[in-house]
């Protein structure tokens, strides 16, 4: 993840993503790794930055990977937060200002103090579970001596203690945290961070990827298809209940190389960033994509052999597709277009906050673990406008093109503001490998022998067709099956807004 200059190590920077904020936090050069879950530290300087900018909806900390924190648990640490710089404003209440001035505050004030301050400055931010927990121990301690004492003084100035540690804990107990947390309460050590394990857990991914991957399956989910698109992709299909939609799971050989692997493919990235392609490169990106790749392999075995890694050629090739498919290629939409079952991908905005759709050929339409960002909706857009030598911006808020990748090929519609109030919103519509044909129609029960053979008596005679329908109807699948029933000694002409029969 690249920084502003000015974001040291350490420090943070608020990225507008759609209508979410994100709070990007540099960690860099951090040894330990960023876990709010298992760091009390970690948590208070998030709760920390989360008082200055108020607001917040992800959290995304940068170590060489990318640890990032949804919308919900986000939202619980904001709670967190905004009862941390509420409580610090009331001086009355952590100077003890309200008590009474008897011998008997004078006595206690400051052990009474120390704890109220210790809870509010120190607990609250790092540990507000061991807060509550330290609250409610103080507080039954607290009536105890109340009862052993015979001073009626020292029962006032016990008695008006126990109401302001009350008072806080009321209000620590209205929070998600521990409303999460309550059921699991009972025998927990101040200091333990394995009650948060079930609250918080961030979602891991390469920092040269903007995209979110959701790697965790949704809950009550039953998977009814799993199959593998190559050697380190893999595909599950689930069923949710409650929703008419499929989940289509993927799982990229990008989130399960070794550390080695991930060290190597960061430092032929950040080596690669040096090259700027120029424009006349993109008109070619077969060429482009072959040059990539290539410079790519060489540094990457290279990088092997420096840092005394041993790799076959065969995963060196892997390292180096991916390289090519996060500089200049178009990520995961890259992965998905390779499924030959798919048949559509959607990208709607606002990109960032919606998961990318497909049409499954056995499921229909399905929602993925996708969420690609805004970065990734800018890039393509750029691309774009780049290979097909076309402007998409408000004047021209549509652009139709063609992305052509080694394995598939893909029409594309790219949409932008005015018509698209929500900013930029992708579709890419796979061309089948193989050219439908007649026989396939009748094979798969879209036609009738009957009809096919009235279209191919047709094409013989030579009579004039039109082929019309509504979006992905399937005009242009039959139009290609009825130009294969023209014999070869013709010459066919096309006329086409994008080249997508194959003559």
């Known amino acids: 993840m690249l920084f502003d200059k000015n974001v040291k190590p350490g420090g943070y920077e608020v990225v507008k993503e759609g209508a979410n904020n994100v709070l990007r936090v540099n960690y860099n050069e951090y040894s330990q790794v960023p876990s709010i879950e298992d760091s009390a530290v970690t948590m208070a300087k998030v709760v920390d930055m989360l008082v200055e900018v108020p607001g917040v909806n992800m959290i995304v900390f940068s170590q060489r990977r990318n640890y990032t924190y949804g919308y919900e648990q986000t939202d619980i640490l904001n709670e967190i937060a905004s009862l941390y710089s509420y409580l610090t404003k009331q001086k009355r209440i952590l100077t003890l200002s309200l008590f009474d001035q008897t011998e008997a505050f004078r006595i206690h004030s400051q052990e009474w ?72 309460l009972s025998g927990h050590i101040v200091g333990s961070r394995g009650i948060y394990r079930d609250v918080f ?64 493919l960061d430092l032929a990235r950040n080596a690669m960033l040096e090259y700027k392609p120029k424009k006349e490169e993109f008109t070619d990106p077969e060429k482009m994509r ?12 290279e990088l092997a052999e420096h840092k005394g890694f041993e790799m076959s050629y065969g995963e060196i090739d892997e390292l180096a597709q991916i390289l090519v498919r996060y500089t200049v290629g178009f990520g995961f939409v890259e992965l998905l277009l390779k499924d030959p079952k798919i048949q559509d991908v959607s990208a709607n905005g606002p990109i960032g906050e919606t998961p990318i759709f497909i049409v499954h050929g ?135 807004d994008n080249l997508e029969i194959a003559v």
Do not use: Q
């Open 362 to 496: 056995d499921y229909d339409e399905c929602t993925t673990n996708i969420v690609p960002a805004r970065e990734d909706g800018e890039s393509w857009a750029t691309k774009f406008r780049i290979i097909s030598g076309r402007p998409l911006d408000e004047a021209n808020p549509v652009l139709d093109t063609e992305l052509v990748l080694p394995y598939a090929r893909a029409r594309v519609a790219a949409m932008t503001r005015p018509l698209n109030p929500a900013g930029l919103a992708f579709a890419f519509r796979r061309h089948r490998d193989n050219p439908w044909t007649y026989p396939l129609f009748i094979s798969n029960r879209m036609m009738g022998p009957y009809a096919a053979g009235l279209l191919s008596f047709l094409v013989d005679g030579g009579r004039s067709i039109l082929f019309a329908g509504t979006r992905s109807s399937g005009k242009t699948s039959l139009l290609g099956s009825t130009l294969i029933e023209l014999m070869r000694r013709h010459r066919i002409i096309t006329v086409e």
């Open 290 to 301: 072959k040059t990539f790749f290539n410079i790519g392999r060489d540094m990457i075995g």
């Open 201 to 264: 857990r961030a979602e891991i991914g390469p920092d040269f990827v903007f995209t979110r991957l959701m790697a965790e399956i949704p809950l009550n989910a039953e998977e009814v298809d799993a199959y593998s698109l190559d050697t380190g992709t893999d595909v599950s299909i689930y069923k949710i209940p409650g929703d008419v939609k499929y989940y289509y799971h993927l799982n990229p050989p990008e989130f399960k190389i070794s550390e080695e692997k991930y060290m190597l």
């Open 113 to 184: 103090g120390e704890v109220i301050h210790d809870v509010v400055y120190n607990l609250l931010r790092s540990d507000p579970v061991g807060a509550y927990v330290e609250l409610k121990r103080t507080i039954r301690e607290e009536k105890i001596k109340i009862k052993d004492t015979n001073s009626m003084e020292e029962v006032n100035a016990r008695s008006a203690y126990v109401e302001t540690l009350a008072y806080v804990m009321k209000m620590l107990e209205n929070t998600k945290v521990i409303s999460i947390a309550k059921p699991s």
